[in-house]
């Protein structure tokens, strides 16, 4: 469970830092190239450049993986950036945390890796752990009017959507079928490398500077995003790569550590269908690690 735990607040420090650029009106785009650099350059300091090195002379079937990987990242930034713009925050916030229906699915249907014996409670914590998503991610209908043009865009929120899935269930299968433990330091570094040479030539061409506070920002996302690839596979494996436990627990726990933090920290109030959801994820958690609890008690 302490790897999940790491993970989860290694992903709320993503969301965390998102908000801060809002706050500090940081070029989300420069500091998501940086954040890719100093993933880069933060796992290597953790994993130690020697380490890298045998890691690398040895079998590394997964590098295609991880570049394939690094593309897929990035363009599900900008596509999230995209659908938030047209649509709004709602719109992206459903779609990629709802994106948790495919891995887990290939998990159960494809993998078929299982941490423990299904009952009816956990499939009822899976169930309860995406609607819990989808009534902490709704706002009122003022909040979120959409403009009338929006029609032939209707394919963001779906890629969003899609390719948020994709990266989880890819994940997922490299973990099972080519990493050993000590290449899921090194792998994350790889997928990071590839997504900060993409992100450097689009500023490039784009002929923009860097500032100071995309710098800053984007090192300190950089570090946890490291960090929440890392801990994810961490939490794979001591699960025996068990999709269907580990992405509905990562998910709703991240949702409620954020609305702790927005309502501490950024005086964001709850509606009803909010605390709704909030409950409904405790619940989930509690559905789905039933059997650890009982073993605990």
């Known amino acids: 469970m302490l790897a999940i735990l790491l993970c989860i607040i290694a992903n709320v420090g993503i969301f965390l830092s998102f908000r801060l650029f809002q706050y500090y009106r940081v070029n989300t785009f420069h500091a998501i190239v940086v954040n890719y650099i100093t993933c880069v350059v933060t796992g290597v300091l953790f994993t130690g450049w020697p380490n890298v ?10 590098i295609p993986w991880a570049v394939v990987l690094g593309g897929i990242f990035i363009a599900t930034f900008y596509l999230m950036a995209r659908t938030t713009q047209v649509f709004s925050m709602t719109v992206a916030s459903i779609s990629t945390k709802m994106s948790l229906i495919i891995p887990v699915l290939f998990s159960l249907l494809i993998l078929g890796t299982r941490s423990r014996d299904y009952n009816l409670l956990n499939y009822l914590g899976m169930a309860a752990a995406v609607v819990a998503i989808v009534l902490s991610s709704v706002r009122k209908k003022s909040q979120d009017n959409l403009p009338s043009n929006v029609g032939a865009l209707w394919y963001l929120p779906l890629l969003v959507f899609l390719l948020g899935g994709l990266i989880d269930t890819t994940l997922n299968a490299v973990n099972q079928y080519y990493l050993s433990e000590p290449e899921e330091k090194v792998f994350p570094i790889f997928i990071f490398g590839t997504a900060g040479i993409i992100g450097f030539v689009i500023v490039l061409i784009r ?3 860097f500032s100071r506070h995309s710098i800053t920002g984007g090192i300190f996302l950089g570090i946890v995003n490291y960090f929440s690839v890392y801990f994810l596979l961490m939490s794979l494996r001591v699960f025996k790569n068990d999709g269907a436990y580990v992405y509905p627990m990562i998910n709703v726990g991240i949702i409620l550590i954020s609305a702790l933090i927005s309502a501490l920290f950024f005086g964001e109030k709850f509606t009803y269908l909010k605390m709704a959801g909030l409950l409904l994820a405790i619940a989930a958690i509690l559905l789905l690690s039933h059997q650890e609890l009982i073993a605990f008690f």
């Open 207 to 209: 002929g923009s500077a």
């Open 53 to 62: 090195v045998d890691v690398v002379r040895g079998d590394t079937d997964w």
